[in-house]
């Protein structure tokens, strides 16, 4: 029996919503589950192709921790869940047109699968379970 896909909607650029989105995505990607993640608003900047880990990530109560404690960066987790699972990445088309950048030129290089906008990724949720972070 195959699992329902998972949705994840990222919104924040608040560091622990970014990370629970990456883990949430990856775990459920590597156990078989088909994931996709639509990448909008503030969480787009964690996105931003020649940044650090220092700085693409902000505020959140454990985010002074995720930086002492060696905590696996967002980034890399969505790469794995990708690498490892199946899961594609959209770029908000709005925000996109918004910040006049190219999703080749300047965010995070494989990781997105392209832009998309709202209404079809909502579309495309309801067949599946869709959470929003």
């Known amino acids: 029996m195959s699992s329902k896909p998972l949705y994840v909607m990222l919104c924040s650029g608040e560091h622990e919503k ?15 589950r088909p994931v996709e ?18 700085e693409r990530y902000q505020g959140g109560h454990f985010h002074e921790m995720f930086k002492t404690q060696n905590v696996p960066d967002a980034i890399e987790l969505f790469g794995q869940g990708k690498m490892l699972g199946e899961m594609k990445m959209w770029v908000c088309s709005m ?12 965010l995070t290089e494989d990781l997105f699968d392209g832009p998309m906008g709202l209404a079809k990724f909502l579309a495309d949720s309801e067949g599946g379970e869709l959470i929003t972070i």
């Open 18 to 32: 970014i990370q629970l989105a990456a883990m949430v995505a990856s775990v459920a990607a590597v156990s078989d």
């Open 95 to 106: 925000v996109l047109d918004l910040k006049h950048w190219d999703h080749d030129k300047h």
């Open 37 to 54: 993640v639509f990448v909008t608003m503030n969480a787009v900047l964690a996105f931003e192709r020649g940044k650090s880990p220092a």
